[in-house]
């Protein structure tokens, strides 16, 4: 009797849940009615970029909304032509067949016998195909429920209402410069919500950093005010699984605090907040240090010790790096911590710090690893030296009295970028630092940034009155 509740009131997915909609068609038709849509018009969300984030994004998406066809279209855009290799396309044939669900859909679907032709070596798979059937090629493990996929660019977005980002920083701008050939002769702007936690830097005509929404601010020409930040503590996979995670919704008020009510779910909480450039440094800047975590953690073996001195120093140079980056670097404490924390027990760069120190891979495979995707760390980490090796940032190191680049209070990322960057060093150096007997204990390195004014408000390219979107922060 209870199951037949169950099957009344809810619908099951993908993955092996049982979704209530009780109150899905009412923020939905919410949503709907706060962006303009008439009746017998759907609301158009289009993912650009198929990552795990991006992919999972719009699967979850299309599990709780999915249903209301007549009044929301869900896609997601990715290239077409990115070939399966065979050892992969073994794996995803274990896959299917260790999941009934999947296969039954499979078979539904008569999608199952290319994955059999695909494991023979009788048919090449591509990314685009797979992942029509809910297989990210970056997260083969988990499969996600079926998505509509566009492989041309202006077919997924030229009528979106909601655009998605879900490409990695070093993409965006290229890409976001080409969408906004497409929306000329749109009368109302699309909402972006960009998933991206890369930056890169610029040095001229002063150093600062630029930020993926800061990028498709300058290709697009889009409003502030249309252009978001969703971060948190989160990996994909689990996300999709249902494991509880909680990520936050930056921009301005206008459209974070209706888009955090439609995003909400049992198991993913959304909060919104107002300052949106700062959180979005800061999912950049714990990439940074999940590499060199992932170092420690592979060349100690797993030692909890050695983990947890890494964790001391990183933490301490991250506070200090916050202080040069935001007026009240306080507020940024817990979420920067949580996203660090998840990061290094199972984000995909940590993972990397550990294959590169194992050397079952090496820089000249570049930053786009195969089953990955783009370790946005190894980029975050040049972005930040180079901007903070800039004696136009200087501050007073107090124990010297005397003017520094503000990278040489930061002895864990000046290590990261000769291991990673110029490769000067092997991946033992980042042991070597921990154990210098010079290094200062991380608790002065914090004191240093609670008791000095190093707020250098130029660094996020924006003057002092408005790093906040169209209003002050609330505590």
């Known amino acids: 009797m209870v199951g037949s509740i169950e099957a009344a ?23 709907r009615r706060i962006v303009g849509k008439a009746d017998g018009d759907p609301l158009r ?17 299309q599990d709780s909304y999915g249903q209301f066809r007549d009044k929301i279209q869900i896609r997601i855009w990715r290239r077409a032509g990115r070939a399966v290799d065979r050892a992969t396309a073994e794996h995803l044939f274990e896959v299917i067949n260790s999941r009934e669900d999947v296969l039954r859909r499979l078979i539904r679907r008569c999608a199952y016998l290319k994955y059999v032709e695909a494991r023979l070596g009788d048919r090449t798979l591509y990314a685009d195909e797979i992942l029509k059937d809910g297989f990210c090629l970056n997260m083969i493990d988990t499969p996600l429920c079926h998505l509509k996929v566009v492989t041309n660019l202006q077919e997924a977005v030229w009528d979106a209402d909601i655009v998605v980002n879900g ?21 109302t702007d699309p909402i972006i919500i960009s998933l991206a936690k890369g930056i890169e830097a610029a040095l001229k005509p002063l150093p600062h950093i630029i930020t993926p929404t800061q990028m498709i601010y300058r290709a697009t ?23 509880y995670a909680n990520a936050r919704i930056c921009g301005a008020e206008k459209w974070r605090k209706p888009l955090a009510k439609f995003l909400r779910q049992p198991h993913f909480i959304v909060w919104d907040n107002s300052d949106l450039v700062t959180h ?43 202080h040069l980056l935001a007026e009240e670097p306080e507020k940024l404490a817990g979420p920067l911590l949580a ?45 930040f030296y ?52 010079n290094l200062n204990d991380p608790r002065e390195r914090i004191e240093i940034a609670q008791s000095h004014v190093f707020y250098r408000p130029s660094l996020l390219g924006q003057p002092l009155n408005n790093l906040k979107v169209q209003e002050k922060v609330v505590t």
């Not at 997915?13 to 009412?26: A, I, K, P």
């Not at 020409?221 to 494991?243: F, Q």
């Not at 996203?339 to 930053?367: C, P, S």
Request: aromatic content about 8%.
């Open 9 to 31: 009131n809810g619908s099951l997915h993908s993955n092996g849940s049982v979704q209530n909609f009780n109150g899905l068609e009412e923020k939905l038709d919410e949503l």
């Open 45 to 61: 969300i289009v993912g650009v970029g198929a990552g795990a984030w991006g992919s999972v994004f719009a699967a979850v998406l």
């Open 167 to 187: 490409l990695p920083s070093t993409e965006t701008q290229e890409v976001f410069e080409e969408m906004s050939n497409y929306w000329k002769e749109r009368i």
């Open 221 to 243: 020409g889009i409003p502030l005010e249309n252009i978001l930040y969703l971060g948190g503590p989160n990996i994909a996979s689990e996300i999709y699984n249902k494991e």
């Open 280 to 322: 979005e440094v800061m999912g950049g800047l714990k990439n940074v240090y999940a590499i060199g975590a992932g170092m420690v953690a592979a060349l100690t073996k797993e030692s909890a010790t050695s983990k947890s001195v890494y964790f001391a120093h990183c933490t301490s140079e991250m506070i200090f790096i916050t």
């Open 339 to 383: 996203d660090t924390y998840v990061t290094l027990l199972k984000g995909r760069n940590a993972w990397y710090g550990q294959m590169l120190a194992k050397g079952e891979i090496n820089r000249d495979m570049g930053e786009n690893i195969s089953g990955k995707g783009m370790i946005q760390g190894v980029s975050a980490v040049q972005a």
């Open 386 to 437: 180079e901007l903070l090796s800039q004696s136009s940032l200087n501050v007073l190191h107090p124990e010297e009295n005397k003017h520094v680049a503000p990278v040489e209070l930061c002895p864990i990322l000046k290590t990261l970028y000769k291991i990673l960057i110029t490769r000067e060093q092997s991946s033992q150096a980042i042991l070597q630092a921990l154990r210098d007997e």
